[in-house]
């Protein structure tokens, strides 16, 4: 489920509480987490609700001047089921934490060689995480399209491929391009593995 910055920071700091929905089926459950840019949210709540009765204060507890405004950005058929969706902040994003841990074991190294590995092996277009890393490392804050033109890709798969490091710790994603976390440059100082 996707939020605004501006929603994912007011659950963050508890002015935003509920989100609303259109969706075919519901697209997230109870107790299911993901990562924002302010943090991990918490799905508390899934409720269907009639669009029309929506009220002003539930608009103000999802970040909405009114509740003509969150009716009106209800996208999807309109036959489709709304959904009111309680959100709670769970806490903060684990690959912060991950990205700083620049004290790698020979375990740790071991581990994200083969998770690399893995990751190479499984690609449709060869061996790239290495190679990316080494990009990345060379060229900190450089547009995406800019990278991936480099390599001959379209951006969104390359920035769906960063995304895989990133969840490793071992990059960081800016307003422009990306750079190498303290993790990143300590695995790549002590890996074995060349692009």
């Not at 709670?88 to 991950?98: H, K, N, S």
């Not at 060689?113 to 990345?136: C, F, P, V």
């Amino acid at each position: 489920m996707l939020l605004p910055p501006t929603v994912a920071a007011g659950v963050r700091d508890g002015s935003v509480s509920l989100a609303f929905r259109r969706w075919r089926r519901p697209d997230v459950r109870p107790g299911q987490q993901f990562r924002t840019s302010a943090g991990v949210i918490r799905v508390e709540s899934v409720e269907t609700v009639d669009p029309a009765s929506i009220t002003e204060s539930d608009a103000a507890l999802a970040g909405h001047p009114s509740a003509d405004s969150v009716r009106k950005r209800l996208s999807g058929e309109d036959g489709w089921t709304t959904y009111r969706i309680g959100l709670g902040w769970a806490g903060e994003d684990p690959r912060i934490a991950l990205r700083s841990a620049d004290e790698l074991s020979d375990d740790d190294v071991a581990a994200l060689d083969q998770r690399l590995e893995r990751l190479d092996r499984a690609s449709t277009h060869g061996a790239w995480t290495m190679a990316t890393l080494e990009l990345i490392g060379r060229r900190p804050q450089v547009r995406a399209p800019d990278l991936a033109a480099e390599f001959g890709r379209e951006t969104a798969p390359f920035k769906l491929d960063v995304r895989k490091l990133k969840n490793l710790g071992l990059t960081i994603s800016h307003p422009v391009g990306y750079e190498l976390s303290p993790r990143g440059r300590a695995y790549l100082a002590r890996t074995g593995r060349t692009g």
